[in-house]
């Protein structure tokens, strides 16, 4: 299993980023897939997640700022950055679970992380 994060950068606070998380080498719509994120000398942190039906889950300080979504045709899953924000600043990356298809994406625990991909926001 590959997951590779990508669409990261440098943007003024207030702006806007998509990253995308590209899958290969599972079934990709069996399986959950969440954004995590990590700063320097903090604690990784969840994001955001999305479930085989669609269902969706945001991490508080991320909520009503950053949408997820999926397209299974292209293994990807796509996590737009809105209204950026100096601590939104860390590496992103996304993570994948095998799940049912009514799981309870609020309490995944992942199998598979991959690479980040860093997101600087300056103020």
């Known amino acids: 299993v590959q997951l590779q994060a990508s669409g990261g950068g440098l943007v003024q606070a207030g702006g806007s980023l998509r990253l995308s998380c590209a899958a290969s080498g599972l079934t990709f719509s069996r399986y959950a897939i969440g954004w995590f994120r990590q700063a320097p000398e903090k604690e990784r942190e969840f994001v955001a997640a999305i479930g085989r039906s669609g269902q969706t889950y945001y991490g508080d300080a991320v909520k009503g700022r950053f949408v997820i979504s999926r397209d299974n045709d292209k293994k990807t899953v796509y996590l737009q950055l809105n209204s950026l924000k100096p601590e939104d600043t860390a590496v992103y990356y996304c993570?994948?679970?095998?799940?049912?298809?009514?799981?309870?994406?609020?309490?995944?625990?992942?199998?598979?992380y991959g690479q980040g991909t860093q997101v600087t926001v300056s103020s």
């Open positions: 993570a994948a679970k095998h799940t049912i298809l009514s799981a309870d994406i609020r309490t995944l625990t992942y199998e598979h």
